[in-house]
């Protein structure tokens, strides 16, 4: 069984930057997929980025070449680096970890970019 718990939401300027952190309990998480997916009030969930237990990583276009996903297997930790934000993207950011065939969830943190 693995726990998440994220940390480092909150409100932002527009161009302004924000990391997220994103503890995990548990065993399994150095084998773990780990990643972020968000929503946006009155949107579906969306898939932000990824990265694997060897360190590549993925990102969705929306996002890409202003965030940056990074894990630190030490301390069972995947961050989520973001900057240059954009009112859209705006909404309740969750980290997820994948192993094998199960998925757990964080319950999200909220994060408000103002224009």
């Known amino acids: 069984q693995v726990q998440l718990v994220e940390f480092g939401g909150g409100l932002v300027q527009t161009g302004g930057s924000l990391t997220l952190s994103c503890a995990a309990s548990?065993?399994?998480?150095?084998?773990?997929?780990m990643g972020w997916y968000r929503q946006a009030p009155g949107k579906q969930r969306e898939w932000v980025a990824a990265i694997a237990n060897g360190g590549s990583t993925n990102y969705a276009d929306s996002v890409k070449g202003r965030f940056t996903i990074s894990r630190d297997n030490a301390k069972n930790t995947v961050y989520l680096q973001m900057n240059s934000l954009q009112p859209e993207d705006t909404g309740v950011y969750y980290c997820?970890?994948?192993?094998?065939?199960?998925?757990?969830w964080g319950q999200g943190t909220q994060v408000t970019v103002s224009s």
């Open positions: 997820y970890a994948r192993i094998f065939a199960t998925s757990y």
């Open positions: 548990g065993s399994g998480f150095s084998s773990a997929v």
